[in-house]
Structures are given as C-alpha cells and as structure tokens.
Nanobody, 120 residues
Framework: QLQLVESGGGLVQPGGSLRLSCAAS????????IAWFRQAPGKEREGLACITSSGGYTDYANSVEGRFTISRDNAKNTVYLQMNSLGPEDTAVYYC?????????????WGQGTQVTVSS
C-alpha cells in the first residue's frame, strides 16, 4: 500500500521552529516531486513549497518564503519542511503530497496530515 506519513507537528510558541517530516512507504519518493500544503480551519488548502525529484529546484509560496525550507533525503525516502519564525497564522494541518512535477503543484498521493499549532 502506498502511503505518505507526516510527522513533527505539535504546539510551538510564536517565533519558534518546527521540522516536519514526510516519509513514504510502499514506494520510492525519489521519482516524485514532493510538495507541502496546509489547511487552516475555514480556509482553502494552500500550497507552500515544492521540491523536484532530484532536489535541484524548489518553489515557495510568498507567505512562507524566507521562513520555510524544503529539503529531501532520497536515501531515507523522506522529505522535510523546516519552519522558522512561526506565527499564529501558521496554525493549520500540514500535508505532504507526491506528484510528477512542481509546476502547478500536481498531486498523485496525499499524506494524512499533521497538526501545527502556534500559540503562547
């Protein structure tokens, strides 16, 4: 069974950092572009960052550029999202997704999501 599993979410104070992980089981991530999305209550799902299969190209939404960094370790079949300078507006469920390329954030597989809450 093909699965993406996110981890690393939790409660963090404003200004803090978290690193999310996205691990694959049942298939190899190295053939896929991987993107991170988030969805806050009452809001549409938002594409945040994407990394190509080789890791040679990354893309970021304006809302997170300069604060979030996407990276991958194909040997570990894992993609990461380092999140710094977090604020309450970053509170959401965060999802990773696998697709053929970053352009348009096309998705073939979704993870189940991990909750990130930024609060004092």
């Amino acid at each position: 069974q093909l699965q993406l599993v996110e981890s690393g979410g939790g409660l963090v104070q404003p200004g803090g950092s978290l690193r999310l992980s996205c691990a694959a089981s049942g298939f190899s991530l190295e053939n896929y572009a991987i993107a991170w999305f988030r969805q806050a209550p009452g809001k549409e799902r938002e594409g945040l960052a994407c990394i190509t299969s080789s890791g040679g190209y990354t893309d970021y939404a304006n809302s997170v550029e300069g604060r979030f960094t996407i990276s991958r370790d194909n040997a570990k079949n894992t993609v990461y999202l380092q999140m710094n300078s977090l604020g309450p507006e970053d509170t959401a469920v965060y999802y990773c997704a696998a697709g053929p390329y970053c352009s348009g954030y096309v998705v073939d597989y979704w993870g189940q999501g991990t909750q990130v809450t930024v609060s004092s």
